[in-house]
């Protein structure tokens, strides 16, 4: 409450509001006192020891810590950068013994090229995903272990401090902070020799990471800046060598830390085993021989994508997304090809992706005709039309499926089949990305999430005894048998046909798409909400086990019609749904929650906040959304001026009221009262249509 006036206090809200800040100050005054306490690693990681040897560190053990980043999310994320530029002025060096490593030289050369990496890595950032016109708002430098405060350096190493150096940060630029404020620091990165242990982080370089995430996490807990609750509960640490690195993700409520100043270390140890959660990626290589950064690489990588997610909390999410950038790779690759003429040697499959011929090669120069080049196995591209058969290894049987249909959800494509057993029965069938493909392109991450992810995520609804004719049924889910014999060498591997092991998932049932139902004009109030209804008890049955969908759109919604009484609408599209606080969902700039654009994450509202946008774009014209930033602002302008109320108002009087009770729950942890809602939905479709509506929901 700052900015009060005195007068408040002899008012009786006003006592109420003194109590509160007195509270607060005294909370704050505990922590400061505390933080001021707490700036040894050693006690601290001592404290730690008995927890540390609980964990699973033989080498054949599985790691101990999950990573803080999925490789499918550093796939999208090396996409993005092709086009972003890196340069480290500053060689690492690479001692050539490791006796050199404790040289005061090599030291103090080691920390001028981490000063200089994050320097490169954070200007790069900031100029291809937030601005180039705005000045970079970062400063680098390096942690005093005596007085806790950063200096550049060289200013470090010409005033003898190389010893007591301990880290190196980034943080945010204040001119009347010279030497930093711990609550201004985005990330540490801590340079200690020799941080690996079979891929893993020393034990004791993990507690001195985890020292110092707790930290700043507790100066964020006291700190004048704005932070949303995601940022100050969430910090990375990176662990780096001459050669490595990794990263250290730690995230959890510092409210529930014991501040007791009198036993600083006891409390912080106790935090770390019982309120918080610690990911640590793998070790893995990011300077090469001659010190250059080896950008492209996952070492390199996900020390960036921290990096990224350490600006993203300060700035919020950023004006050019991942995804936006991302999505200039196909472009990219077939403007490669282009520039090296492999247009006349080389096929392109369905996802985009070439296959060269293979051919018998002779030691003498022969002369290749441009017609022969073109001639190419059939078998060699998988291409799927009306009438194939698709034979599916699933467990121990296997099962027959003849497409009928090819369609489109916009960018991936998949089918509607039968079962050569049940040719009456139709099925959706989705083909993933054969796993022969040299080099991994964007369309298959998208192929992934379409394939192995929904298919885990239908297994794990099937698994929670999820009943619901509003969701999507598993009907099968293996491998292709691919024609002639497969020569794979065991039951995990494959043969070199390009089909072996391509991933197949089959659901039911099979409907029209809303995109095609709009396409069409046969989208109208009733259909909008029976939508509705159906969408939002889907959304229940799912979140009754902890599932969220993730995204909502009108490409992810199909109206059932054939072989039902009363038709209805089936959610679908399960592939980028979230299980846990790790997993991301889609970023859609027109379907998207508000909260998902700002975090990268869900909140309890942004499944139904989801759905309002698409039956609102499917009530009228989609806007020109260019950028998140502008994704934002059309949110934020339309909820405001009571846009889209009046646009669904038009509609149906429930839709209107419905979006008003979502617009009162976006951004908070509330949570939806989910059978009030189908109540009020069903009882007003009953009202215009009478008792035969009523089977349709049960």
Known sequence: MKGKSPDLESTGSGTTTKRSSVSSGSRSRIRRDFLTRFTDSEPFTDKLQDWFALLPLERDAAPAFEAPFEL???????????????????????????????????????????????????????????SQDEPVPFSVGCLYNQNLKFYQAEQALALGKLEDLSATGVLLKNPRHPHGKWDHILELALLRPDIESDHQPSLHVLGEALFYALRILIARSVSRLDFSQSSSNCVFILLVDTQYGGVVKVEGDVSKLDFDVNNVYDCAAEWIQKHSKVSVSPIDRIWNKLGNANWGDIGALQVVFATYHSIMQYFGPP?????????????????RRQERHLGDITSLSENGMSRFQQRTMSPEIVEVLEEESTNIEPEASMKLEVGTVLWLEDSNYQKGYQISQVLTNGTLPYHIASPVDDSGKSVFLYVGSPPSQLEPALEDMNLWYQVQRQTKILSIMKQRGLSSKYLPQLHGSGRIIHPGQCQKPSSGGRCDHPWCGTPILVTTPVGETVADLVNEGRFGPEEAIRCCHDCLSALSSSSSAGIRHGDIRPENVVYVTSGVRHPYFVLIGWGHAVLEDRDRPAMNLHFS??????????CAASDAESLIYMLYFCSGDLPDLDSVEGAL?????????????????????????????????????????????????????????????????L
């Open 593 to 602: 929650s508000t909260y998902a654009l700002q975090e990268g994450k869900l």
């Open 72 to 130: 499918v999310e550093l796939q999208k994320f090396d996409y993005a950068l092709e086009g972003v530029s890196f340069q480290q002025l500053t060689r690492m060096p690479n001692p050539v013994y490791a006796s050199t490593s404790t040289n005061p030289c090599v030291q103090a050369n080691a920390y001028l090229a981490i000063e200089d990496f994050l320097h490169a890595t954070v200007n790069s950032l900031w100029e291809a995903f937030w």
């Open 319 to 335: 004006r050019h997304s991942i995804e936006d950038l991302a999505a200039d790779h196909s472009s990219r690759l077939h403007s």
């Open 633 to 697: 602002q059309w949110r934020e302008t339309s909820w405001s001026r009571r846009l889209i109320q009046q646009k669904l108002g038009d509609v149906s009087t429930i839709l209107k009221a419905f979006s008003d009770y979502v617009d009162s729950l976006c951004g908070t942890p509330y949570p939806l009262d989910y059978d009030i809602w189908l109540r009020r939905l069903k009882r007003n479709l009953s009202e215009d249509h009478g008792k035969q509506i009523e089977t349709s929901s």
